[in-house]
Structure formats: C-alpha cells, structure tokens
C-alpha cells in the first residue's frame, strides 16, 4: 500500500519482495530455482564414461589408425641393413668352421667378401666414401684367410694374408706374418717360415711374453728341423727365462736332442733336468697309477671312465700327462747310454 506521497509503508522495506530466510528454501517466483546451487552458471557436468577411462581430449571416441609401414628404404639404411647381413654371415663362417665344416665356413665367407665389395661400390657411386667400414673390411678379409688357411688353400691364403700385413689402416696386422709362418712352415719352407716370425717378433710388445715365447718356439723348431742346432738352442734358451715357465715338453725335448747332437754331456743333464721340473696347469693332483695303464687298457677305458664322472677335460689332463711321460722317457733312454762310462751308470744318474 503506498502513501499519498506515493512511497512505501512506514516499516516497509525495498527488499520485502526478497525471500526472508537464506537457507535456500525460498524459490524466485520468476525463475523457478533455489537461490543456493551446486552448479556453476553455464557449465554442464560431463557425462559419465561406461569404461571408466579418463580421456578429456576425447581420443577414444575415434579408433586410431593403423602406423603407416614404410614401402622404401633409404639408400643409406639399405646399405646398413647390407652391413649387418656380412656381419652375420663373417659370424656363421667363424661358427661353422668351430663345429668342423671347413667347406661350408669357406663359402660363407666367400659370400661376405662379396657381399662387402659391392658394397664398397654402392657407396663410391653415391658418393659416401666417408662412410666405408674399414674395420668391416678387415673382418671379411680375415676371416676369408682363416678359412682358405683350413682348408689347405695355402697360395690362396697367403695371397689374402700379405694384403693385410701391407695395409696401414688395419691395426696390429703384421702379427699375422705368425700365420704365414706356419703356412710355410707347414710346406717345410723353413726359411720363409723363420723370417714371417721373426717380423712378427717384432710387432709384439715386450710385456706380451706368452707370445713372444710361442713364436719364440716357433724358430727354434724351424732352425731345428733344418739341422741348424746352435741356432735351435739359441731360441729354445730363451724360452727357459722366468723360471722356464713358457717350456713344454716337447721343446725340452728338441733342446736335450740339440744337445745330443752337438755332444754336450752337462747341457744334456741340465736339460733333463729342466724337462723334469716342468709343470702343467691341471696336473697336480692327477693319479700316477693310471699313467702305468697301456693305451690300449687306457682306450678301452675311457667310455667307463666318462660314465663314472671323467668329463672332457680330465681325459686331456690324462692325455697330456701320458705325453709327458713319453717324452721323459724317451729322453731318458737317448741320454741314458752316454752320459757316463757304462750305459748302466748312466742310467743309474
């Protein structure tokens, strides 16, 4: 009800037509909504997912698609993928050849020098020589060499062995002069033999002494087998430094023959006695009583031996204990007869 002056109601408020209470109970007639509420003006809650993933980009509403392969390779993967296949083919040569198929080893690696000077070509046409694997290369020529060398393709081998040797950019290749020693040496080219070792010699470092000796031994087995005895035991003294621990049996052997040969009774004691204090890795604790056995008992044996317990290396344990042996006595009965006045005192020393 207005005044004559056409205000409001003493007592009256403005805010009348508002609700009283604001606990939200009160509703705008106008609108039709509680005057309290969760939800935001303008904003919808999201719909519920039935998989329960939460994927606010919506990337689960399309299926994704299939990667794309690639129809091509580049011309510098398809010379990689060239790369790994002489790798694998240089590993089954080397393989191969382990379990005895000297044939097979050989084509494969026939097939990997092929394979590697194509490509060498490919990559001089589009022009990435800088790009050439030289250790690839040393691989594949290598181990082409090695199998030649075991199948007795001895000119083949050397061919192969003398471009290595001659190439700079391999390293430590003129230690495998040692491998055209033992061509040569096999062909009884003792002289050809004595000089490929002694170049190797010379690319050996002094600290790798197990080396040196072996080639060493190599000499003196040359000069030995060409009757040059002085020259012989001059390359078999050397392998008695450091205790004589790089002596084997047989060139304690060889040496006391040297010394036969030449006459000299003390060398001959003290080369045998030096044959008797060699020692072998493995052969401490190996029962003396069987080196007695025959070889045929011994043979006869070695199936039961192996179903008691006897693996592969304890059979070479006995193998090369029963060689020492061998060559103790044998060595025992040239010297025996002329190291003294009678044959029996010097059997008797």
Not at 40 to 59: C, E, I, R, V
Not at 65 to 94: D, F, G, N
Not at 195 to 221: E, S
Request: glycine share 8%; with cysteine.
């Amino acid at each position: 009800q207005r005044t004559a002056a056409g205000g409001m109601p003493p007592g009256t408020s403005r805010m009348s037509g508002m609700p009283q209470s604001r606990t939200g109970f009160g509703r705008d007639t106008a609108t039709g909504r509680p005057m309290t509420s969760n939800r935001a003006a303008g904003y919808s809650a999201a719909p519920k997912k039935t998989n329960g993933l939460f994927d606010p980009m919506k990337q689960g509403e399309a299926s994704a698609k299939p990667l794309e392969k690639k129809t091509e390779l580049s011309p510098e993967e398809k010379l990689r993928e060239m790369e790994k296949e002489i790798h694998r083919l240089v590993e089954q040569s080397a393989i191969t050849r382990e379990n005895g198929n000297v044939r097979e080893a050989l084509e494969k690696a026939k097939e990997a020098g092929k394979k590697e000077r194509q490509l060498c070509r490919l990559r001089e046409q589009q022009n990435l020589l800088d790009q050439l694997n030289v250790d690839l290369t040393y691989a594949v020529c290598l181990n082409l060499a090695i199998q030649h060398q075991a199948n007795d393709n001895d000119n083949e081998a050397l061919t192969i062995y003398t471009q290595i040797v001659k190439n700079k950019q391999y390293p430590f290749s003129g230690r495998f002069r040692v491998n055209m020693g033992n061509i040569y040496f096999k062909q009884e080219k003792w002289t050809a033999a004595i000089k490929m070792y002694r170049m190797a010699l010379d690319q050996i470092p002094n600290n790798v002494q197990a080396i040196r000796f072996k080639i060493m031994r190599n000499i003196g087995h040359a000069f030995f087998k060409m009757h040059q005895f002085p020259d012989a035991i001059d390359s078999y003294e050397n392998l008695l430094m450091h205790g004589g621990q790089h002596l084997d049996f047989m060139t304690g052997f060889n040496l006391i023959l040297c010394y036969y040969a030449l006459g000299d009774k003390d060398k001959m004691k003290s080369g045998f006695l030096k044959l008797l204090n060699i020692d072998q890795v493995g052969l401490e604790d190996f029962d003396e009583d069987e080196l007695d056995m025959p070889d045929a008992a011994i043979g006869g044996a070695t199936k039961d031996n192996t179903l008691e317990g006897d693996d592969a290396l304890r059979e070479d344990v006995k193998r090369r204990q029963r060689e020492a042996a061998r060559f103790i006595v044998n060595a025992a009965n040239l010297i025996g007869p002329v190291m003294d006045k009678t044959p029996v005192a010097g059997y008797d020393w």
